[in-house]
């Protein structure tokens, strides 16, 4: 077991590469080949990455890649995604290309408030605590206009805040819960300014004017923003669903909508279903350059408001029409953070002509219905396998190390013949033999 280390984030880049490899590698040379070899070799763009976090020893790549034709609201989109996944890129392009033949997909803001908490402590009267709040409520705005001043006149700030007791769940404690509009911006970092600064006033206030003993535990955002709601849609009559690989829709759509029922009772199979959203949520969450983990976290939340893990998306068939539907919290922004800092980022904005926050939200929950779509199609008629395989066949090849010629070779041989792990592992043997 190597000996701890203190300092560590204080030495310089090249003594951390240098303890890391004397500490963890044998074959030296080889890490350091590595380390290196995913360096940048532009020192600007590399300095911008060696500052985001701390302790950089080198870039961590994911490919970057584009769905096209994307309509979104009689709008055309490529939608830069940036995921490991093989088959997702490919299963959401040709989610796009078959509603793109079917009207394309509509998507609808249905709120943007965020939400902010200043967790606290108190153990007087509950009366006495609401007339304070009242009381001092327009002092703990007025005391965020340096930090809300810009916001304000974009048209955004804060919303509300509320007094609310939760002694019944746990005693003593209480909340200020805020609400706020951040616009353009994911609002992180301004949301927690102001909710830092209504804990200060209200701490500050309360010792002289609120008998009782009051603390502050924490002041944060939360990633929880049921009312920060997108809802993204395709429909087409029954019979325009028949396809290359649909040939009898009635059939197709009735199986499709049973297998979102199970996706709506069945947890098991919801976190599957919904993790399969999140392959293209994640992915164009990511390339925007905006916080997939607050996503992810509020999204599976939103999943379970009622009690029980449920399907993201939603089916009905009426009157012959076939509706297919997500509805879907997303806090998400278009500037500030990564998104002018990242020169990939800023390139992906550029490639949906820099939208606003809204939006991204319904490009982001149409990436996500899509995706759902191209799953849950492949499950109720041939099976994941077959299109998975076929993508995952590349990741095979160059595990074996397949020379170009070879790829090729079995690329051609793999058009006709079933992809599974052995019989690639086999079909290489053979023509190395
Ligand atoms: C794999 O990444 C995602 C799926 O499992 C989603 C689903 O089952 O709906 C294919």
Redesign the pocket.
């Known amino acids: 077991m190597p000996n701890a280390i203190s300092g560590f984030s204080k030495l310089s880049k090249s003594e951390k590469i240098d303890w890391l490899i004397d500490t963890y590698f044998s074959d030296k040379e080889a890490a350091r080949n590595l380390v290196e070899q995913y360096w940048n070799t532009d020192e600007t763009i590399q300095k911008l990455h060696d500052e985001f976090i701390e302790n950089t020893i080198t870039n961590y790549y994911l490919p970057l890649g584009v769905a096209p034709n994307f309509l979104i609201n009689q709008k055309l989109y490529t939608i830069p995604m940036a995921i490991e996944?093989s088959s997702?890129v490919a299963a959401a392009s040709k989610a796009a290309k078959f509603w793109l033949d079917r009207g394309g997909f509509n998507a609808e803001i249905i709120s943007t408030e965020k939400i902010g908490q200043v967790h606290f402590t108190y153990d007087g009267d509950f009366k006495a605590l609401k007339s304070f709040f009242e009381n001092v409520k327009p002092k703990l705005i007025e005391d965020t206009k340096d930090i809300t001043k810009n916001m304000e006149r974009r048209g955004g700030g804060i919303l509300d805040i509320e007094l609310r007791p939760k002694t019944e769940d746990l005693e003593y404690y209480y909340q200020l819960h805020a609400t706020f509009e951040t616009l353009d911006a994911m609002g992180a970092n301004f949301i927690n300014s102001c909710l830092e600064q209504f804990a200060k006033t209200f701490q500050q206030e309360a010792e002289h004017k609120l008998e009782g003993q009051l603390d502050i535990v924490m002041s944060i955002l939360s990633n929880y923003v049921p009312n920060c709601l997108v809802r993204a849609e395709v429909s087409c009559p029954i019979e325009d669903l028949k396809s290359k690989d649909i040939s009898s829709p009635s059939l197709f759509a009735q199986k499709f909508k049973q297998a979102i029922n199970i996706a709506e009772i069945e947890p098991y199979r919801a976190v599957?279903?919904n993790?399969?959203i999140m392959?293209g949520i994640d992915a164009v969450v990511l390339a925007t350059g905006n916080d997939f983990r607050a996503v992810e976290a509020g999204v599976h939340a939103y999943a379970a408001k009622e009690g029980s893990y449920k399907s993201l998306t939603h089916c009905s068939i009426e009157d012959g029409v076939f509706k297919f539907w997500i509805e879907i919290p997303l806090a998400l922004g278009t500037v500030g953070g990564l998104t002018t800092l990242h020169p990939l980022v800023k390139f992906a904005l550029d490639m949906l002509e820099n939208p606003s926050a809204k939006e991204l939200m319904q490009i982001v929950a149409v990436a996500g219905l899509a995706q759902?779509f191209a799953?849950?199609k492949s499950?109720t008629t041939t099976g994941?396998q077959e299109g998975h395989m076929k993508m995952h066949l590349l990741n095979i090849l160059n595990q074996f190390g397949a020379t170009t010629t070879e790829k090729e070779k079995l690329i051609e041989h793999f058009k006709t013949h079933i992809v599974t792990h052995s019989a690639v592992v086999e079909a290489i043997e053979k023509i190395r033999r």
């Open positions: 996944e997702v599957t279903h993790k399969g392959n759902n799953a849950v499950l994941i």
